[in-house]
């Protein structure tokens, strides 16, 4: 069993050819990288996610009922 794995970890793939010396080779530079990728993970994962929101729980939200009860106090007035 342990062959199989070290079979397996052998074969992942090295970092890209053109990612190592401009990415890697210094500390601030790779740092920058991490921090700018997580910057735009967690932009992409918070926009998808309220979409998926706003899609789950369309027409109970405040956004969504709002006109209603503008046009009431209009109405009203």
Same mark, same amino acid.
């Given at each position: 069993?342990?062959?199989i794995?070290g ?8 970092p890209p050819?053109?990612?190592?010396p401009s +990415?890697?080779?210094r500390?601030?530079?790779?740092l920058t990288?991490?921090?700018v990728?997580?910057? /735009?993970f !967690?932009?992409a994962f ?9 899609? +789950?729980?369309r027409?109970r939200?405040?956004?969504d009922?709002r006109h209603?009860?503008?046009?009431? /106090?209009? !109405?009203?007035e």
């Amino acid at each position: 069993m342990a062959g199989i794995s070290g079979m397996i970890y052998k074969q992942a793939l090295p970092p890209p050819a053109y990612l190592h010396p401009s +990415l890697f080779r210094r500390n601030t530079a790779f740092l920058t990288s991490i921090f700018v990728g997580a910057f /735009a993970f !967690e932009m992409a994962f918070d926009s998808v996610s309220d979409r998926i929101f706003d899609s +789950l729980n369309r027409g109970r939200q405040w956004k969504d009922i709002r006109h209603q009860y503008i046009q009431k /106090a209009e !109405e009203e007035e």
